[in-house]
């Protein structure tokens, strides 16, 4: 399979930026990265990835992570 270009800079960019705000969610919720990744389910590592913005996420995952969290989706990438 081929692979994919690489993100431009803005969309790296804006993937951090949902990263800090999924962590940011996860603190407030004084919830660990663990306890987020056992919920949804997925292995911790992962889970980092999306939170420092290594990593892009499904819609689903994200969707997961914002009811485990207990926010809005909305909330997570705006």
Known sequence: MPRS???PDWVVTRRR?????IRAAREH????????????????ATYVRIELGQS???LDTL??????IGVPLADLVR
């Not at 969707?63 to 485990?68: C, E, H, M």
């Open 29 to 44: 919720a004084n919830l660990t990265q663990q306890e987020v990744a056992l919920a949804i389910p997925m292995d911790r």
């Open 17 to 21: 930026v949902i990263g800090e705000q």
């Open 63 to 68: 969707i997961l992570i914002a009811k485990v």
């Open 5 to 7: 270009p690489e993100s």
């Open 56 to 58: 892009s996420a499904l």
